[in-house]
């Protein structure tokens, strides 16, 4: 997907709207992470407790972006790219996105993407965004390969899943064009 395409994407219907998360929306996005029909396709566990969830999703990061969808009262997606904890990889953002089960299909994902990847290209100067995911979720490996991400390798057994071993495939997306510092102004030009 271009940036035009990313910049005109909007949210899928009138009933949703995309906005940051806050440190308040954590209870919402707990529960979302553990409902059925959503933690299956993440590396979280159905009925784990808040407080094992609650730290990481109030901390706040300065260099990372979160966005929440919400239909009404009700938080229905979410989706953030987390810095990572190293100086040499500051340049890179690693993905993680989920959809209540009732929504998926109807691009609250696509529209999730769009605005993390405006946010990651545009302001943030991201270089890489990458992720994993489940190689059985050919719906998300879709939208993914839509917007611009490549497979770059398959981590066999990489979790379980409904009492199986589930292979893993790593993604990773550049900047489809970085930018460059803009030309320094000739030699007596007015400024």
């Known amino acids: 997907m271009n940036r035009r395409d990313r910049q005109n994407a909007t949210a899928p219907s009138d009933d949703v709207t995309l906005r940051s998360a806050e440190p308040g929306d954590a209870v919402a996005i707990s529960e979302l992470l553990g409902a059925p029909g959503t933690f299956e396709g993440t590396l979280q566990l159905p009925d784990m407790p808040l407080a094992s969830r609650l730290e990481m999703l109030q901390r706040i990061d300065p260099h990372g972006c979160r966005l929440v969808a919400v239909a009404g009262e009700d ?14 990889r500051a340049h890179a953002r690693a993905l993680v996105i989920a959809v209540a089960a009732p929504w998926q299909g109807r691009g609250v ?11 990651a290209d545009d302001w943030a100067g991201v270089l890489r965004v990458e992720l994993m995911v489940h190689a059985d979720n050919a719906r998300a490996i879709t939208l993914y390969e839509r917007f611009g991400f490549f ?6 057994a990489y979790a379980l899943k409904n009492g199986c071993y589930v292979d893993g495939v790593s ?17 007596g030009a007015p400024a």
Not at 109 to 119: C, D, G, K, P, Y
Request: hydrophobic share 50%.
């Open 151 to 156: 497979l770059e390798g398959r981590h066999r």
């Open 109 to 119: 994902a696509q529209s999730l993407m769009a605005r993390l990847l405006a946010w």
């Open 75 to 88: 938080l229905v997606g979410m989706a953030a790219l987390h810095s990572l904890p190293s100086l040499r």
């Open 171 to 187: 993604m990773a997306r550049l900047h489809p064009s970085p930018p460059l510092p803009a030309p320094a102004p000739e030699p």
